[in-house]
């Protein structure tokens, strides 16, 4: 039976655009490959531009010039990460099957797979490199003085608006609906619209100082098992995809069979480390 179902192209941008919805970590970083768009072309390394912060005040002396600071570019390389996913379907499951749900399934299955790896290896990159580092008194449990003190790696840069949001795991979740600075509509942060603690929509869950929560356990630690929790300010961790998910049909005829091949190239780079605070 020849393949008439499943047309790469059509199936590759129903991927990229539920994609663009299941990620969690991606809305929290930046894209960066519009500031180098020669990645869509070659290379199996990725630079990515940061600019350090150099500007400074300085007293005007009436007749002496000021001293200017030179702009102070440095640069960062990622490796490229290719990643792919592939699911079989055999001719009498397809025949059975009608053409909607089989490929409402197969794109379900596929991006959830491409969205778990790609926000463990984005969220990976923060823990990893993070230089503010706080640590839980208890496992899987986390209290408001705790984060707070997480906070304070930022010093006095803590506008609201200026955080990304707050990831931490279902473990630590359920702590969060203990707090009461978390689930009390008392508290003049928790109130505004749209705002529902407790309430889990496309894994937001709640806001804590007006900076949004997430929940994901690709925050788990590999080796202990416990939920870490990630606050990130905006721009400080980036992502550049070389290649949109693209999917490719192999035919299988001894098998009665066709492989739907989904693969994509990306990078990832924490660049401002001054905006990434961890409780571990």
């Avoid at 020849?2 to 790469?8: E, F, G, K, L, S």
């Avoid at 230089?131 to 984060?147: D, G, K, M, P, R």
Wanted: glycine share 6%; net charge negative; charged share 20%.
């Amino acid at each position: 039976m020849a393949n008439n179902i499943i047309v790469p192209n059509v199936f590759a941008s129903a991927i990229n655009d539920k994609l663009g919805t299941t990620l969690k970590m991606a809305p929290l970083c930046y894209d960066a490959s519009p500031m180098v768009p020669e990645i869509k072309n070659y290379g199996d390394k990725v630079t990515f531009p940061v600019f350090n912060r150099v500007a400074t005040v300085q007293n005007v002396v009436k007749g002496t010039p000021i001293s200017p600071a030179n702009v102070d570019m440095k640069s960062t390389e990622a490796e490229i990460q290719q990643v792919a996913s592939s699911v079989r379907v055999y001719d009498v499951e397809r025949a059975q099957i009608k053409t909607d749900a089989l490929m409402d399934m197969m794109t379900t299955q596929i991006t959830d797979a491409f969205a778990r790896h790609i926000d463990s290896v984005l969220l990976e990159e923060c823990f990893t490199n993070a230089i503010y580092s706080t640590t839980l008194t208890a496992a899987n449990t986390v209290t408001f003085e705790e984060l707070l003190t997480a906070m304070d790696a930022f010093s006095d840069l803590r506008d609201t608006d200026s955080f990304a949001g707050i990831v931490t795991g279902s473990k630590i979740f359920n702590s969060l609906l203990g707090m009461e600075q978390f689930v009390s509509v008392a508290e003049t942060f928790n109130t505004g619209a749209g705002r529902s603690n407790g309430l889990v929509v496309n894994g937001l869950v709640g806001y804590i100082l007006g900076v949004p929560v997430y929940i994901s356990n690709q925050t788990m630690d590999a080796t202990s098992g416990n939920s870490r929790i990630l606050i990130l300010k905006k721009n400080s961790c980036g992502y550049i995809f070389q290649k949109n998910v693209t999917v490719e049909v192999e035919r299988e005829g001894k098998l009665l069979a066709d492989d739907v091949i989904a693969s994509a190239l990306f990078a990832v780079k924490a660049t401002d480390l001054e905006g990434i605070s961890v409780l571990v």
